[in-house]
């Protein structure tokens, strides 16, 4: 960025997420009908682990060529063809239904596609965000990328079960393609700058292959020691939270119903919106870094108090604190990666980021149910091993309490994480040790800082 095109207001970025954010509420509408039509169709919950499958996968595979690719085409043209594409596969959905045709094996389809225009769709997001916010505003604009997380939680679970009762599936899914247009009209209203380069690098990026710019970002992260310890320490965070939250509804309705779970999930979605708005208000403090170790220590505090107890309140009440720290944690720290990566190679580079977060979430998914199942369940029942040990005194013995000990054990380990993050110099002077990637101009227009690394 030079001094001339440096944002100096968040307007722009603004209108892009109110558009994003009425297109998410209409494709949580669109998950929602479309997890209970299949139910209907199936009865079974094989469908529904092949549709998260399926909807994370391409990511994980995709990403880093996406990335590349998003650092050479224009970003915001890249945004308006995904979503443009996203909206068509909707409507497929919706003629499909309409006449009667639809099937399971064409919704996985979709979803496959889906998941390989959010690979162009979600980095391109990301990387424009440093074009379009002042560098002193990025924490407020990272808060509200996860208020949109956090209202889609709430919001899209509630109007759709009204909504699928009153005007069906095909409602909803029509009500999903209109939502396209605020996002794409959203897009053809503003402008996206895009990241200035060199004649060097132009003529560098052109002479390599889209095998060695997908590896780009790779690289790039481990030439930087902190950086590259920031993300290997998100990724077993994304593991143990994924890991935990896929277990939290079979533990309630191990000793509750399904209206505990609800409040439960509710608890945990607005516990995020709080902690969403308090960090789209706040700029972040000065050590960022502090803060985001701090706030994933908290986070597994939350872990362990809903491990501890066969309480419905108990377990709202970890789910509250958990996701109220995470818009902190998530947030900072995607500011320190947008600071400190130069928004040039931010595409690639927030791809692999990605796609590590992305990698994590499977693994998690086949691990738990079986570690639950076959290990810490029969562990704690009546009679089992640990039963009538302090792990028994302490979660409880019986149903559900195998899971809970789980989230103890969780919660433990990243606490011991968030230690040794803390404990390793690169990650904990990542903010010192690196120069600032992101030129921003004073009320003059003179560049205050603007140290542009070196793409390895």
């Not at 409507?91 to 996985?108: E, K, P, T």
Request: charged share 10%; with cysteine.
């Amino acid at each position: 960025m030079t001094a001339n095109n440096s944002p100096q207001s968040m307007r722009t970025f603004f209108i892009i997420w109110l558009g994003q954010l009425v297109s998410m509420i209409g494709s949580g509408l669109t998950g929602f009908g479309l997890a209970v039509w299949i139910y209907e169709q199936t009865g079974q919950a094989t469908p529904f682990a092949l549709t998260v499958m399926f909807g994370n996968l391409p990511q994980v595979l995709i990403s880093p060529f996406a990335g590349a690719l998003i650092d050479r085409w224009n970003r915001r043209l890249v945004m308006i063809i995904a979503d443009t594409g996203s909206a068509l596969i909707t409507l497929v959905f919706f003629l499909l239904l309409a006449f009667g045709q639809l099937a399971i094996w064409q919704i996985y389809l979709g979803v496959i596609l889906s998941s390989v225009l959010a690979s162009f769709q979600e980095p391109a997001y990301a990387a424009s965000i440093t074009m379009l916010v002042p560098k002193k505003d990025l924490p407020r604009a990272n808060g509200l990328m996860q208020m949109g997380q956090a209202l889609q939680m709430l919001i899209a679970p509630v109007l759709a079960g009204i909504l699928f009762v009153s005007i069906g599936l095909r409602g909803i899914i029509m009500i999903d393609a209109v939502t396209f247009f605020f996002a794409v009209g959203a897009l053809l209203l503003v402008h996206i700058p895009q990241p200035q380069r060199t004649s060097q690098a132009e003529t560098a990026e052109t002479n390599r292959s889209l095998w060695r710019e997908a590896a780009f970002g790779w690289h790039y992260l481990r030439a930087r020691r902190g950086l590259f310890g920031l993300l290997i320490f998100f990724a077993l965070v994304n593991f143990f939270l994924n890991f935990s939250a896929v277990l939290l509804g079979p533990m309630i309705l191990s000793f509750g119903t399904a209206a505990g779970l609800g409040t439960a999930q509710t608890m945990g979605g607005v516990g995020m919106l709080i902690g969403s708005i308090a960090m789209s208000t706040w700029r972040g403090p000065k050590q960022r870094m502090t803060a985001v170790i701090g706030f994933i220590f908290l986070a597994s505090c939350g872990l362990f108090i809903a491990g501890l107890q066969s309480s419905v309140w108990v377990v709202a009440v970890g789910m509250f604190l958990l996701m109220f720290s995470v818009p902190f944690g998530s947030g900072l720290s995607q500011t320190i990666f947008q600071t400190k990566v130069e928004p040039a190679v931010q595409g690639r580079v927030f791809s692999i980021r990605t796609m590590i977060a992305r990698s994590m979430m499977p693994v998690a998914f086949l691990l738990a149910g079986p570690l639950a199942d076959q290990v810490f369940e029969p562990l704690l029942r009546e009679g089992g091993a640990l039963a009538s040990t302090w792990i028994g005194s302490l979660v409880g013995v019986g149903p559900g309490r195998g899971i809970g000990a789980l989230y103890l054990v969780s919660a433990v380990v990243l606490w011991a994480a968030s230690g040794l993050a803390w404990a390793n110099p690169h990650i904990r002077h990542v903010e010192t040790d690196l120069p600032d990637a992101v030129i921003e101009p004073d009320h003059s227009g003179e560049l205050l800082t603007g140290v542009v690394e070196t793409a390895v």
